[in-house]
């Protein structure tokens, strides 16, 4: 079966710029997570969804960043007036439910460049 | 807050030579302990995991075991092939946030 999927794989935006992120998570999966990897780092989290709700938040760095998940299976991470210091690689998991048994399964990441 | 600290890199090895990676944890809790890995032009795959104190994971030849008393999870291989170059992190996973080390990155030559 389809793992998780991201696009776009890059993307290349200029400072100010908005962009959007796309994850599809494995089919069935009811709980999607996005995390951030800087250069030289390991992933670091930012928000949660149970279904259709962002269950923790608490990880994304200000307010220019917001993640929606209207249907309870595609999110969409949006970042609005990008800056040069938001680049990085961002990862979509999934698992089949929340919990701390359950497998999260990463997509292949989509690396954002802001010049 | 959680916090993982593993072994700065990178680690360059010759084929079938014996491969440590330390990792040590900060955690208010008992949370649950993985290795990831990711290969070259990859995603992040989960190699191994221990959910409790003493439990040892395995997967590929490779094994740690969730140490309590020392807050450790060290990654080791007896043998290593060319096929084991990757970035490793070790994490914690408390409810269903993960958390990473820096990852570590080794290299096998043949």
């Known amino acids: 079966g389809a793992g998780v999927s991201q696009t776009p794989s890059n993307k290349v935006t200029e400072k100010g710029k908005y962009v959007e992120l796309r994850c599809d998570p494995i089919?069935?999966?009811?709980?999607l997570y996005w995390y951030r990897q800087s250069l030289g780092q390991g992933p670091e989290f930012l928000i949660y969804?149970?279904?259709?709700?962002?269950?923790?938040d608490s990880g994304l760095p200000n307010d220019r960043f917001f993640a929606v998940r209207p249907e309870g299976s595609v999110s969409t991470l949006k970042i609005q007036r990008t800056e040069r210091g938001d680049s990085a690689v961002y990862l979509c998991a999934s698992s089949l439910k929340a919990g701390e048994l359950e497998e999260q399964f990463f997509g292949p990441g989509t690396r954002l460049t802001v010049l | 807050g959680d916090s993982v600290t593993q072994m700065e890199g990178p680690v360059t090895l010759s084929e079938e030579a014996c491969l440590t990676i330390?990792?040590?944890?900060?955690?208010?809790?008992?949370?649950?302990l993985f290795w990831y890995v990711q290969y070259p032009g990859e995603g992040l795959q989960l190699l191994l995991k221990?959910?409790?104190?003493?439990d040892k994971g395995s997967n590929k030849g490779f094994e740690a075991t969730y140490r309590k008393e020392t807050t450790s999870f060290h990654l080791e291989k007896g043998s290593v092939q060319v096929s084991d170059s990757a970035v490793y992190f070790c994490?914690?996973?408390?409810?269903?946030?993960?958390?990473f080390g820096a990852g570590t990155t080794v290299t096998v030559r043949a």
């Open positions: 089919s069935g999966h009811t709980a």
């Open positions: 969804f149970q279904g259709t709700g962002a269950a923790d």
């Open positions: 221990a959910t409790k104190a003493d």
């Open positions: 994490a914690l996973r408390d409810d269903y946030k993960l958390s």
């Open positions: 330390n990792c040590t944890y900060t955690a208010t809790g008992y949370p649950s």
